[in-house]
């Protein structure tokens, strides 16, 4: 990221209804880091905005990508191991989360626009000569909230919604989850759905984000996740798992099923966790 600067916001106490947010900081994860595991009272938030590296968590580990997402209980032990000579840039969030409302997912994957969103909020942070000035706090607050809010939807903490009309209308969303229960085959493309739904593709994508936050591509993923987990469960082969969603590629399938959930296929059987909400 251009103008890159470490930015540590301490004794923060941004409270809003579920979540106070105690520190706020992003830094390069160093060498001396590696499987250095540890826990904290409180949880964490952990945001990748660019290079990769591999976080255990609780044993279990997550393969982390530019917008990969990792929540970290209180008491959850974990370590970083770093895969690329390149330090990954990370946003580390330290929260209190009201669990009550929605289980956050461990390790969910924002997707590009969201992470897009990110990046230039903390831009925006770059931007400001003293984030720790009083004179500061109401603009600084205000932009880690705008990052929070897109973290906490990635990891299913917040339900996605329009917020800018009727949440209760999703009547194209809808339809369109019921188009992909009878068509979403290995040969149907995106616009092929599109086209089935009576709309062009811009124009569905619009409608779709309007209603419930994601695109064609983002809610067909979820959609084939929520049934992969439901076969799994099952008992269905993995391979069999990935014909029936329109994955054909084994192997590929694999990749895609860690890519969403932070877990392989048969991890995921052995001990299964909610589905990714996106």
């Known amino acids: 990221m251009k103008n890159y600067r470490p930015i540590l916001l301490q004794n923060l106490a941004v409270t809003v209804p579920g979540v106070r947010?105690?520190?706020?900081r992003l830094n390069q994860h160093t060498p001396e880091a590696v499987w250095t595991k540890h826990s904290h009272e409180h949880g964490q938030l952990l945001v990748y905005l660019t290079g990769r590296g591999r976080q255990n968590v609780q044993e279990k580990p997550h393969e982390c990508r530019p917008g990969t997402v990792i929540y970290l209980e209180p008491g959850a032990v974990h370590g970083f191991e770093r895969e690329l000579v390149r330090p990954p840039l990370v946003l580390v969030i330290d929260v209190d989360l009201e669990i009550t409302r929605a289980t956050p997912h461990p390790c969910a994957q924002m997707p590009d626009a969201d992470l897009a969103k990110v990046k230039t909020s903390v831009m925006r942070l770059f931007q400001i000569r003293q984030v720790e000035a009083r004179e500061s706090m109401l603009l600084?607050?205000?932009?880690?909230?705008e990052i929070l809010d897109r973290v906490l939807?990635?990891?299913?903490?917040?339900?996605?919604f329009n917020r800018y009309g009727n949440a209760k209308v999703m009547n194209t969303t809808r339809f369109v989850e019921r188009v992909l229960d009878r068509?979403?085959?290995?040969e149907v493309t995106l616009e092929m759905i599109a086209a089935r739904s009576?709309?062009?593709m811009d124009h569905l994508n619009r409608r779709l984000k309007a209603e419930c936050g994601l695109t064609l591509g983002?809610?067909?993923s979820r959609h084939r996740l929520q049934r992969a987990q439901r076969y799994i469960q099952q008992g269905l082969p993995i391979q069999t798992v990935g014909e029936r969603i329109g994955i054909l590629d084994?192997?590929?399938?694999?990749?895609?099923f860690r890519q969403q959930t932070g877990m392989s296929p048969s991890a995921w059987k052995k001990s299964p966790q909610v589905a990714v909400r996106f």
């Open 153 to 160: 939807l990635a990891i299913g903490w917040i339900k996605p």
């Open 183 to 186: 068509m979403d085959g290995a």
């Open 21 to 24: 947010v105690r520190q706020f």
């Open 198 to 200: 009576g709309y062009q």
């Open 140 to 145: 600084v607050g205000s932009i880690v909230l």
């Open 250 to 256: 084994n192997n590929y399938f694999s990749r895609w």
């Open 218 to 220: 983002q809610l067909r």
